[in-house]
């Protein structure tokens, strides 16, 4: 069928699986072009298929040849209706890992759940026996605690104050003011829950219980730290305490890991176009004007660049992990370049409906938010119909 995208508020609901698949193969020729990086053989990457997951499971795969097994949780397609996008991007993954000789295979379902891990755990036992790497890359509005049975919602808000800022459409191109209310009740908890690190411990947890975790295995999860700008309703936020939470887990994890000479990172990321980041008042306006600037200074990157970076230079060097002081990995440093931010504050103070265009990237942006759905990538041609019941060759 001809496939359209679809908009519903912030979200669209249709996806292209030739624009999938185009995106997974440029990110594929990135990677490629890099060059192979010595590091993991067989990686476990949960949260494989959009944004940072997906990309870190593609320079996985081609950058260091490693067999991947990816969890994620994705709509799959049916007749009339597509699929989500990472459903498209995991099955145009896998296709071009198999066509190489990679080993690779997806679980689709909640990552949360007490099945979705056992069902990870006897494919790992199966076909890889151990891993070195797990990659912890989840983004989700709500998670059941699988002890509890409670289901918990995260939310994006202020702590304390009342927040007043810019914020932009970035359909409509138009800057208004915003306000948003600070939390109550059991916000922080709530978000902490679905956001913070209590399910990657568990799933490092389950891994270390059954053996499956190499010696000197490694794990990573993302985290976003982001300028004073946003900091009131991102990181002094309730999705900021869930991050400081995620950010402590790493070293409750290393002490458990102490036997097999584990290690657990924290890798704080740049701010990118995903369906989260979308969604977040005056996150759109200030990643514009980031976009814009970064671009001019010739330092953008994008999802894929980000990891390539996070292995070759940081991960699997040969040397220590370079890390902050308090003992994160910072791939965020192009972003956070004063110069840059200094450039970003000026702009926000001018920013207005009738200059964004100029000031900020409001087209690139809107070509990234389309992109995340496979829709207006280059080369692709959607007057051409297109089948979209796509399988996942390990999983149909
Ligand atoms: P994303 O939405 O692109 O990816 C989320 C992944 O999680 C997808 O693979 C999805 O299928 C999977 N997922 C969600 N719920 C699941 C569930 N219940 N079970 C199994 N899989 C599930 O998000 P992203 O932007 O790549 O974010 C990944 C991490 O990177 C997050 O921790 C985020 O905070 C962090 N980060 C994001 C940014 C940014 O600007 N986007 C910046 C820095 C750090
Ligand atoms: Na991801």
Redesign the pocket.
């Given at each position: 069928m001809i496939i359209e995208p679809r908009m519903r508020g912030f979200i669209c609901t249709t996806s292209h699986p030739k624009g999938c698949e185009q995106n997974v193969k440029n990110q594929i020729d990135y990677i490629n072009s890099k060059g192979i990086i010595e590091g993991a053989k067989k990686v476990l990457v949960?949260?494989?298929?959009?944004?940072?997951?997906?990309a870190s499971r593609i320079t996985s795969a081609f950058g260091c040849n490693a067999a991947t097994i990816g969890?994620?949780?994705?709509k799959e397609p049916s007749e009339g209706k597509t699929a989500s996008p990472?459903w498209y991007n995991s099955a145009a993954f896998e296709d071009e890992a198999h066509k190489v000789g990679l080993y690779a295979k997806s679980i689709n379902?909640?990552?949360?759940s007490k099945e979705?891990k056992k069902q990870t755990l006897e494919l790992i036992k199966a076909d890889l026996g151990q891993v070195d790497l797990v990659i912890y890359?989840?983004?989700?509005p709500v998670?059941m605690n699988p002890e509890t049975g409670i289901l918990h919602r995260s939310t994006l808000k202020p702590i304390g104050d009342v927040f007043t800022n810019k914020t932009v459409d970035f359909h409509s191109g138009k800057v208004s003011e915003i306000s948003i209310q600070p939390s109550s009740g059991d916000d922080i908890e709530n978000t902490v829950a679905v956001?913070g690190g209590e399910d990657w411990m568990m799933w490092i947890e389950a891994l270390k219980a059954e053996n499956l975790l190499a010696t000197g295995a490694t794990t990573v999860?993302?985290?976003?730290i982001g300028p004073s700008l946003t900091e009131a309703v991102y990181r002094k936020g309730t999705i900021g305490r869930a991050k400081d939470h995620l950010e402590a887990t790493a070293f409750a994890i290393t002490d458990s890991l102490k036997a097999i000479d584990g290690k657990a990172y924290v890798s704080?990321?740049?701010?990118?176009v995903?369906?989260?980041?979308s969604a977040i008042p005056v996150i759109p306006l200030y990643i514009s004007l980031l976009y814009k600037i970064m671009k001019e200074e010739g330092i953008h990157e994008g999802?894929i660049e980000q990891i390539q970076r996070l292995y070759q230079e940081r991960l699997y060097t040969g040397n220590k992990v370079p890390v902050d002081e308090k003992g994160r990995i910072r791939v965020d440093d192009l972003e956070m370049r004063p110069d840059v931010q200094a450039k970003i504050a000026q702009l926000w103070a001018e920013a207005v409906t009738e200059n964004l265009a100029e000031l900020g990237d409001l087209e690139g942006y809107r070509k990234d938010f389309y992109n995340l759905f496979g829709f207006d990538v280059d080369g692709v041609d959607y007057k051409i119909e297109a089948d979209e019941m796509v399988n996942i060759d390990s999983i149909a």
């Open positions: 949960i949260g494989a298929s959009t944004g940072f997951g997906l969890v994620f949780f994705e990472g379902g909640d990552a949360f979705i890359s989840l983004a989700s998670r956001m999860a993302y985290s976003y704080v990321n740049k701010a990118l995903t369906q989260a980041s999802c």
